[in-house]
Nanobody, 119 residues
Framework: VHLVESGGGLVQPGGSLRLSCEAS????????MGWYRQAPGEQRELVAI???????NYGDSVKGRFTISRVNAENTVYLQMNSLKPWDTAVYYC??????????????WGQGTQVTVSS
């Protein structure tokens, strides 16, 4: 199973970006997908996750500003980021977990996409 992120870039404070992450491969079911981020010198932290029942969890620092959603038919998860702050600058990683067609579980990470918030 592979995850490919897109949508990162440079944005001014207060601006918006939408990240996408598409899962591909021998996927039987997706139990959840989510986003984490890691700034230089910092630990990787939770941004948002969405479960197969559409329940969501958000990191405290992004609640009310970021929204996670998914399109099941496309095996794709989105992260809409509004009111971006300079401290949102980080590499954003997509994570997905579930079952492959051979009944094995998977827990996979994408390669990351850079988000830079700066004037």
């Amino acid at each position: 199973v592979h995850l490919v992120e897109s949508g990162g870039g440079l944005v001014q404070p207060g601006g918006s970006l939408r990240l996408s992450c598409e899962a591909s491969g021998s996927i039987f079911s997706i139990n959840g997908m989510g986003w984490y981020r890691q700034a230089p010198g910092e630990q990787r932290e939770l941004v948002a996750i969405i479960h197969s029942d559409d329940s969501t969890n958000y990191g405290d620092s992004v609640k009310g500003r970021f929204t996670i959603s998914r399109v099941n038919a496309e095996n794709t998860v989105y992260l809409q980021m509004n009111s971006l702050k300079p401290w949102d600058t980080a590499v954003y990683y997509c994570n997905g977990w579930g079952y492959e067609h051979n009944s094995k579980t998977y827990n996979t990470w994408g390669q990351g996409t850079q988000v830079t918030v700066s004037s």
